[in-house]
C-alpha cells in the first residue's frame, strides 16, 4: 500500500525530473495564508506543456497520480471532445502524456459529467462516455493504454449507469428502473498483451417488492472481496397503503442492503438495515466504504427532519454511521455530532479511523479529525479560497488541494492526517511483516510471516510471490501461490501471526526483486468472520543477494 514516505521521494523525483523545486513553506507563504500551510505539508508543481489544458480533475493511485486536462468550450458545462491525461509515477517521477488521437462524440462531452475515466490494470486506462448508436444512447467504454494508443471499444449499458473497479476487472451499474431493477454487467480486466475486454456475466439487483412503499434513492459500493454491495432507501407511500387505519408503527423508511459476491452471479436476498417510523423529509446516503478494523462497512447518513415546537418551525439535519457486516447484520447506528451548526457539510470515513469533516465557504476550505464515534479532536488547517479543489486520499489519510500557480502551472498540496488507528505500511490491521519491506533476503528462506492487530482465521484468498519484470507494463513472473485454507499456511498461538511457506525454487534467482501479493479475505477475523484486506502487488518488496557456499 501506497505510504507518505514514497509520496516524499515522488515529490522529490518531481522536482529533479520536472526541474521544478518542491516550495518551502516561507515560498508557498507568498502564495496564500500562512494558516494554509503547515511543516508537515508537501507541494510541487505541475507545468502543462500544451497552452489552453484546463484541469478537469486528479486521481491519485497506488501507482500514480493521474491528471486530466481539457480545452474549455463556450458553454461552461461542456469541453473540447478530446481526450488528455497526464500519468505521473510517483516513485520514478516519469509522466506519460496522453493525448488521444480521437475526436469523442459531442454528447460525451456536452455536459463533462457524461464522461469519466477509470485505471482499469498496469499501463491502461478504461475512458468511458454517453454515446447514441441506432437511435439509442448508452454508455460505451474505450480501453487505452498508458502510451495513448487506442486498444478496443466496447458497450457497457445504459447511460445512466454507474463504473466501479474490483479485483476481478470492473462493472457497471445501471440506474434502477421505476420497478427498482438495476441492471449490472461485469467485465474482465484488459488482456496484458492486446487490451481485450470481456464480458464476464450479467444480472439484475432487485429491490424489495413492497407494495407500500417506494423506492427513493439508491447506492452502491465496494465489497472487500472485490465484489459490490448495493443499498436501497424505501419511503412508505401513504396513497398505496391502507386507509381505513392508520397504523401509528408504519415505518415511514427503509434501508436494505443487497451483496454480489465475487464469482456469483445472483446478488443475496435484501436485508433490512435501517427504519423509522418518524416521517422525516429524506434520507441520504452520502458513501459507503470498509471499516478499518474488520467490522464490515460503514456508510454515512443524513436525516432531515422538520422540528415544530411553540409554534415554530425548522428544519434539522444529522449524520449518522451506519455499520453492518457482509451477512447484512446491522452492529451499529450511531449519530455523528458535527464541530459546527453549519450542515451542509461534506463528513467522510478514514482508512485508520475516524472521520474528517470539510466545509467550504466563499474564504476557505476548513477540515475538523472526529474519533471513531463522532467526537471532535482537532482541527486539521484549510484551504485558501485560491484552492479551486479539493479531495481526501483515504488509503494514506491525506488531504489535498490544487491551485492555479500561473500560466500553464498548477500547485497541488498535499496535508497529512493523524492515523487514529497505528498499523503498519500495509494496512491498519497488519502489525507487521516479516522480512520487511525492501530486505534483501536470503534465497533458502523457508517462510515469511503477517501479524495481524487482531485474531484472524485463514480463508480462500491467495498469497502469492511474484519476480518483478525489467518491462514495468509486463506482469511479473509467478513463483508460488496458494490459498489461506490451502492447509500449507499455519496460524501461530498468538492466534495473529500467520505462517506462509516457502518454495526452495521461488528466491531461487540472485540479485532479482520479488513482492509478495496478499489478496483480500486471505484472512478473516475471528471474532465476526469478516475478510481482511490484503497487500497489494509491488508493496511488500524483497531482493535476493548473491547466495555463497562454503566447502
Same mark, same amino acid.
Given at each position: 500500500?501506497?505510504?507518505?514516505?514514497?509520496?516524499?521521494?515522488?515529490?522529490?523525483? $518531481?522536482?529533479?525530473?520536472? /526541474?521544478?523545486?518542491?516550495?518551502?513553506?516561507?515560498?508557498?507563504?507568498?502564495?496564500?495564508?500562512?494558516?494554509?500551510? /503547515?511543516?508537515?505539508?508537501?507541494?510541487?508543481?505541475?507545468?502543462?506543456?500544451?497552452?489552453?489544458?484546463?484541469?478537469?480533475?486528479?486521481?491519485?493511485?497506488?501507482?500514480?497520480?493521474?491528471?486530466?486536462?481539457?480545452?474549455?468550450?463556450?458553454?461552461?458545462?461542456?469541453?473540447?471532445?478530446?481526450?488528455?491525461?497526464? $500519468?505521473?509515477?510517483?516513485?520514478?517521477?516519469?509522466?506519460?502524456?496522453?493525448?488521444?488521437?480521437?475526436?469523442?462524440?459531442?454528447?460525451?462531452?456536452?455536459? $463533462?459529467?457524461?464522461?469519466?475515466?477509470?485505471?482499469?490494470?498496469?499501463?491502461?486506462? *478504461?475512458?468511458?462516455?454517453?454515446?447514441?448508436?441506432?437511435?439509442?444512447?448508452?454508455?460505451?467504454?474505450?480501453?487505452?493504454?498508458? /502510451?495513448?494508443?487506442?486498444?478496443?471499444?466496447?458497450?457497457?449499458?445504459?447511460?445512466?449507469?454507474?463504473?466501479? *473497479?474490483?479485483?476481478?476487472?470492473?462493472?457497471?451499474?445501471?440506474?434502477?428502473?421505476?420497478?427498482?431493477?438495476?441492471?449490472?454487467?461485469?467485465?474482465?480486466?484488459?488482456?496484458?498483451?492486446?487490451?481485450?475486454?470481456?464480458?464476464?456475466?450479467?444480472?439484475?439487483?432487485?429491490?424489495?417488492?413492497?407494495?407500500?412503499?417506494?423506492?427513493?434513492?439508491?447506492?452502491?459500493?465496494?465489497?472487500?472481496?472485490?465484489?459490490?454491495?448495493?443499498?436501497?432507501?424505501?419511503?412508505?407511500?401513504?396513497?398505496?397503503?391502507?386507509?381505513?387505519?392508520?397504523?401509528?408503527?408504519?415505518?415511514?423508511?427503509?434501508?436494505?442492503?443487497?451483496? &454480489?459476491?465475487?464469482?456469483?452471479d445472483l446478488p443475496t436476498k435484501p436485508s433490512l438495515l435501517y427504519e423509522t417510523t418518524q416521517k422525516l423529509n429524506n434520507i441520504t446516503l452520502r458513501l459507503c466504504t470498509l471499516t478499518y478494523n474488520a467490522e464490515g462497512y460503514i456508510c454515512?447518513?443524513?436525516?432531515?427532519?422538520?422540528?415544530?415546537?411553540?409554534?415554530?418551525?425548522?428544519?434539522?439535519?444529522?449524520?449518522?454511521?451506519?455499520?453492518?457486516?457482509?451477512?447484512?447484520?446491522?452492529?451499529?447506528?450511531?449519530?455523528?455530532?458535527?464541530?459546527?451548526?453549519?450542515?451542509?457539510?461534506?463528513?467522510?470515513?478514514?482508512?485508520?479511523?475516524?472521520?474528517?469533516?470539510?466545509?467550504?465557504?466563499?474564504?476557505?476550505?476548513?477540515?475538523?479529525?472526529?474519533?471513531?464515534?463522532?467526537?471532535?479532536?482537532?482541527?486539521?488547517?484549510?484551504?485558501?479560497?485560491?484552492?479551486?479543489?479539493?479531495?481526501?486520499?483515504?488509503?494514506? /489519510?491525506?488531504?489535498?488541494?490544487?491551485?492555479?500557480?500561473?500560466?500553464?502551472?498548477?500547485?497541488?498540496?498535499?496535508?497529512?492526517?493523524?492515523? &487514529?488507528?497505528?498499523?503498519?505500511?500495509?494496512?491498519?490491521?497488519?502489525?507487521?511483516?516479516?522480512?520487511?519491506?525492501?530486505?534483501?533476503?536470503?534465497?533458502?528462506?523457508?517462510?515469511?510471516?503477517?501479524?495481524?492487530?487482531?485474531?484472524?482465521?485463514?480463508?480462500?484468498?491467495?498469497?502469492?510471490?511474484?519476480?518483478?519484470?525489467?518491462?514495468?507494463?509486463?506482469?511479473?513472473?509467478?513463483?508460488?501461490?496458494?490459498?489461506?485454507?490451502?492447509?500449507?499456511?499455519?496460524?501461530?498461538?498468538?492466534?495473529?501471526?500467520?505462517?506462509?511457506?516457502?518454495?526452495?525454487?521461488?528466491?531461487?534467482?540472485?540479485?532479482?526483486?520479488?513482492?509478495?501479493?496478499?489478496?483480500?479475505?486471505?484472512?478473516?477475523?475471528?471474532?465476526?468472520?469478516?475478510?481482511?484486506?490484503?497487500?497489494?502487488?509491488?508493496?511488500?518488496?524483497?531482493?535476493?543477494?548473491?547466495?555463497?557456499i562454503f566447502f
Open positions: 500500500m501506497f505510504n507518505l514516505k514514497v509520496l516524499i521521494t515522488f515529490i522529490c523525483l $518531481i522536482s529533479v525530473v520536472s /526541474s521544478q523545486n518542491i516550495l518551502s513553506r516561507d515560498i508557498l507563504s507568498q502564495n496564500g495564508s500562512l494558516h494554509d500551510i /503547515s511543516p508537515q505539508d508537501i507541494s510541487f508543481i505541475y507545468e502543462e506543456p500544451i497552452d489552453g489544458l484546463k484541469f478537469v480533475t486528479l486521481l491519485p493511485t497506488y501507482n500514480h497520480l493521474m491528471i486530466w486536462m481539457a480545452f474549455e468550450d463556450e458553454d461552461p458545462e461542456c469541453m473540447l471532445p478530446y481526450f488528455h491525461l497526464r $500519468i505521473i509515477n510517483k516513485i520514478t517521477g516519469q509522466t506519460n502524456y496522453i493525448d488521444l488521437n480521437y475526436t469523442l462524440p459531442a454528447e460525451a462531452v456536452c455536459p $463533462i459529467n457524461n464522461i469519466d475515466f477509470l485505471p482499469v490494470a498496469d499501463n491502461y486506462i *478504461l475512458l468511458y462516455y454517453a454515446k447514441t448508436t441506432n437511435g439509442i444512447k448508452g454508455k460505451h467504454g474505450m480501453i487505452i493504454n498508458y /502510451s495513448g494508443e487506442f486498444m478496443s471499444e466496447i458497450y457497457l449499458g445504459n447511460a445512466d449507469g454507474y463504473v466501479a *473497479l474490483s479485483n476481478e476487472g470492473f462493472i457497471n451499474i445501471e440506474k434502477p428502473d421505476e420497478k427498482g431493477i438495476s441492471a449490472w454487467h461485469w467485465y474482465s480486466s484488459p488482456n496484458i498483451e492486446t487490451g481485450e475486454v470481456v464480458e464476464h456475466s450479467s444480472g439484475e439487483f432487485h429491490a424489495p417488492n413492497l407494495p407500500s412503499y417506494t423506492l427513493v434513492d439508491s447506492l452502491n459500493f465496494d465489497l472487500v472481496d472485490g465484489g459490490f454491495g448495493f443499498l436501497y432507501i424505501l419511503k412508505y407511500d401513504e396513497t398505496k397503503g391502507s386507509s381505513v387505519i392508520k397504523d401509528p408503527n408504519v415505518q415511514y423508511w427503509r434501508i436494505y442492503v443487497s451483496f &454480489l459476491k465475487v464469482k456469483t454515512v447518513m443524513t436525516l432531515n427532519n422538520t422540528i415544530t415546537n411553540n409554534n415554530k418551525s425548522w428544519t434539522e439535519i444529522n449524520y449518522y454511521q451506519l455499520g453492518f457486516l457482509s451477512t447484512g447484520a446491522l452492529v451499529r447506528l450511531e449519530i455523528i455530532p458535527t464541530p459546527t451548526n453549519i450542515t451542509d457539510i461534506d463528513l467522510r470515513a478514514l482508512y485508520y479511523g475516524g472521520f474528517i469533516v470539510i466545509y467550504q465557504n466563499a474564504s476557505a476550505i476548513d477540515f475538523y479529525l472526529l474519533d471513531d464515534n463522532g467526537n471532535y479532536m482537532q482541527s486539521q488547517g484549510s484551504f485558501g479560497p485560491e484552492f479551486f479543489f479539493y479531495n481526501t486520499y483515504r488509503t494514506i /489519510s491525506t488531504i489535498f488541494g490544487v491551485k492555479e500557480q500561473a500560466k500553464n502551472k498548477l500547485e497541488f498540496l498535499f496535508k497529512p492526517l493523524p492515523k &487514529l488507528k497505528k498499523g503498519s505500511e500495509f494496512s491498519p490491521v497488519i502489525e507487521s511483516a516479516k522480512p520487511s519491506i525492501n530486505e534483501v533476503i536470503d534465497p533458502l528462506i523457508k517462510e515469511i510471516t503477517i501479524k495481524y492487530t487482531i485474531p484472524v482465521k485463514l480463508s480462500t484468498g491467495n498469497v502469492s510471490i511474484f519476480q518483478l519484470n525489467d518491462d514495468k507494463y509486463k506482469p511479473g513472473l509467478l513463483r508460488q501461490t496458494f490459498s489461506g485454507d490451502s492447509k500449507l499456511c499455519t496460524i501461530g498461538s498468538d492466534n495473529h501471526t500467520v505462517h506462509i511457506p516457502i518454495f526452495e525454487s521461488t528466491f531461487s534467482q540472485q540479485n532479482s526483486t520479488y513482492y509478495v501479493l496478499v489478496g483480500n479475505n486471505f484472512v478473516i477475523s475471528q471474532e465476526r468472520d469478516e475478510p481482511l484486506i490484503g497487500i497489494r502487488k509491488n508493496i511488500w518488496t524483497l531482493s535476493t543477494s548473491n547466495i555463497h
